[in-house]
């Protein structure tokens, strides 16, 4: 029993260490430089399909999922303990927002500056980016899931943070869909 026991612990701590092995984050920015996306050489990500694809709002079973998932994610993020970092950010919907992509700065888990796609300042936090840290778009992701028709979301296949949201808040409804993509999350010191 104990071999037994042994065996299934070095299998465990072999696949562990594989995992850790095929997560890369990009060095540090320096000013004036580009963003750099973390990389990863894992499995790709997971994506939950949206329900409209069958003309159907989502069912009670694909909310609890959904909302199952978000929170053994939120829960896997945090114990991760990446507080500071940046992330790249864009966001689009049926209103006149710009969907280009902006870098947000989080420290200590909340936004503390926007700033453009070569690490220079954007000006003051605002919407339609500021909301959307990690956390930020968890608890996005709850709230869809309990009252939008259509939810779809990937995660990233290394941290497990939210990469992709896209959504119709209600179907036959004009103007009211939306999508927010998070990539590139590179924790900071």
């Avoid at 299934?8 to 990009?26: E, K, P």
């Avoid at 320096?30 to 159907?56: I, Y």
């Amino acid at each position: 029993m104990a071999n037994i026991f042994s065996l299934r612990f070095l299998a465990l701590a072999c696949v562990c260490g594989a995992s850790a092995l095929a997560c890369h984050h990009a060095p540090p920015e320096r000013a004036g430089v580009e963003f750099q996306p973390q990389s990863c050489t894992s499995a790709r990500d997971t994506v939950r399909p949206p329900a409209h694809a069958t003309g159907n709002a989502l069912s009670a079973a694909q909310r609890d999922t959904l909302l199952a998932e978000a929170r053994t994610r939120r829960v896997a993020w945090r114990a991760r303990a990446i507080t500071d970092y940046r992330i790249r950010v864009a966001v689009g919907c049926f209103c006149p927002w710009p969907s280009d992509p902006r870098v947000l700065e989080v420290r200590g888990g909340k936004a503390v500056a926007l700033l453009d796609t070569l690490g220079r300042p954007e000006g003051k936090l605002r919407e339609p980016w500021a909301p959307n840290t990690v956390d930020g778009m968890f608890d996005f992701i709850e709230q869809s899931a309990r009252s939008a028709d259509v939810l779809a979301v990937r995660y990233d296949p290394c941290l497990g943070y939210p990469t992709e949201i896209r959504g119709d808040q209600q179907l036959g409804q004009v103007d009211d869909w939306f999508w927010v993509k998070a990539t590139g999350l590179t924790p900071r010191r």
